[in-house]
């Protein structure tokens, strides 16, 4: 059922088997196991993820390469929702663990907005991460790039990176490390720091040892058309020209409304977990960019599976067998014969 505003008093009352906050692709994937496996479960999705802004999935088995990341979420959210999946577009303000469930405090909407706390047994935390982006007088001009020919994760998009002349933004000197991992796709590498931090002594050495040319100077515009990115210009009115570049300049941790919960075992901003996705916490699991490991669509969408596994596991070994119950109703006695 899709919740909002207006009907989601039908739900204050329910005690959720699984609220999952997040509705990624980590957070779609753990919805659609725990609904078929006929649990109650709620997804709540703040909306404008990191997964949305993937304009083309091009490592996923079984997918088309252009198909954008926002076609899968369109496509994951209707699953779960046929399969019985609770889902509201809201934003989770913070979670009070009441010993035996959880309490998550959620906000609907931005303008006027309406405030609803929903209870449940286990908490799924899949609200991930998204990148940091270079900021801009027209930050129009980065999305016209971002996430097209202007990328975040190596990973996902080195091999669409080959021997092209690359640009790799850092907003801070161990982020211009990536030069180097990036030098596996191509050698044709300029370093920027969009003049966020001095660049020592050492890492300008070792730069120049490559032939990585190092432009300080903040950027005031990228050049292209049609999502292809040609160039960049410096608020100095220099230029260069390139054709691809990464962005490694760090992420936002959507992960504050755990922050409060002693029992959790924190690796930085990331959650410790186990190979069920269970964190220290026996109530609460971490899926996809929230917990430490590999940032990728195919790992998030295992690690939901892993979790509503581990979660119905729970549930069902604590419930008796269903029993076939016309097999045990006891046949009527015969009467007693007359001897």
């Known amino acids: 059922m899709k ?12 005690l959720y088997d699984a609220i999952i906050a997040g509705g990624g692709m980590g957070g779609l994937s753990a919805a659609i196991y725990l609904a078929r496996y006929g649990l109650k479960c709620l997804v709540i999705e703040k909306g404008k993820g990191r997964s949305l802004w993937m304009q083309e999935l091009r490592n996923y088995v079984g997918l088309d390469p252009t198909t954008p990341g926002r076609e899968i ?44 706390t929903f209870k449940g047994t286990y908490l799924i935390a899949a609200t ?44 801070k ?41 190092l432009i300080e100077t903040p950027i005031a515009r990228f050049l292209g058309e049609n999502h292809q990115l040609q160039g960049v210009e410096f608020v100095d009115g220099t230029r260069i020209e390139c054709t691809t570049g990464l962005i490694n300049m760090g992420a ?19 959650l410790v977990t186990d190979e069920f996705c ?16 590999l940032n990728q669509v195919a790992i998030a969408v295992a690690d939901g599976c892993l979790a509503a596994t581990k979660i119905w596991r729970n549930i069902r070994r604590s419930c008796p067998p269903r029993v076939w119950a016309e097999h045990l109703v006891s046949p009527t ?7």
């Open 252 to 270: 936002k941790y959507h992960n504050h409304y755990l922050k409060n919960i002693p029992e959790l075992t924190w690796d930085g901003e990331n």
């Open 73 to 116: 979420l369109r496509h994951a959210t209707d699953m779960a929702l046929h399969w019985g999946a609770d889902y509201l577009r809201g934003f989770v303000d913070g979670v009070t663990d009441c010993g035996d469930h959880f309490e998550v405090q959620v906000k609907i909407g931005k303008v006027n907005p309406t405030f609803a």
């Open 128 to 171: 991930g991460i998204i990148d940091i982006l270079p900021q801009l007088e027209d930050m129009q001009n980065v999305y016209e790039f971002a996430g097209y020919t202007l990328h975040v994760c190596m990973i996902c998009d080195g091999f669409d990176m080959w021997d092209q002349k690359a640009i790799l933004i850092a907003g």
């Open 173 to 213: 000197e161990s982020q211009i490390e990536a030069a180097f991992v990036l030098s596996w796709f191509t050698p044709y590498i300029t370093v920027l720091t969009h003049g966020l931090f001095p660049v020592s002594d050492e890492m300008k050495a070792r730069l120049k040892a490559c032939g990585y040319p």
């Open 3 to 14: 919740l909002n505003s207006q009907n989601l008093s039908q739900r204050l009352d329910t």
């Open 333 to 339: 006695p015969e009467p007693a014969t007359a001897q």
């Open 278 to 293: 269970q964190t220290t916490h026996p109530r609460i699991f971490a899926v996809g960019d929230l917990k430490k490991g």
